[in-house]
């Protein structure tokens, strides 16, 4: 179990690609971040409840339970529902894609191989949205 360390933000990635995974993770630690990941996507929603991170990450295409699905779910309930949720997807975007993300409340959607940087950006600026105690910008 990961020991968060006070005054980082938790962000939890959900992704069944392990290189990808632990790859990111150490991105996000050397950006001083706190970091929990799964490579078994059911687990999300749990770890959703259970470590109440600041920010999810989540690949779209996944078995048994995809990213609209996890998005979904963290968006309807109450307790997590402020949650911001970043998709992610090797899969070319289209306006079908766009759309469903919008509708499941997904805060953004990055293609794959994605730029650090650019998720770094998308990452800071819904943490300070979030802080701000107004609405995710929403850009699916």
Known sequence: MMVAE?????????DDDRNFVDALKIELEAANYNVVATTVPAEGVRLTRSTRPDL??????MPMVDGFSLCKNIKVSETTMHIPVILTSGKRLDEAD??????????AYILKPLDFRELLRHVRRLLQARDAGGESPAQP
């Open 98 to 107: 766009r759309l469903k993300g919008r509708n499941v409340g997904a805060d």
């Open 56 to 61: 999810v990450i989540t690949d779209v295409i």
């Open 6 to 14: 006070p005054g980082r933000k938790t962000i939890l990635i959900v």
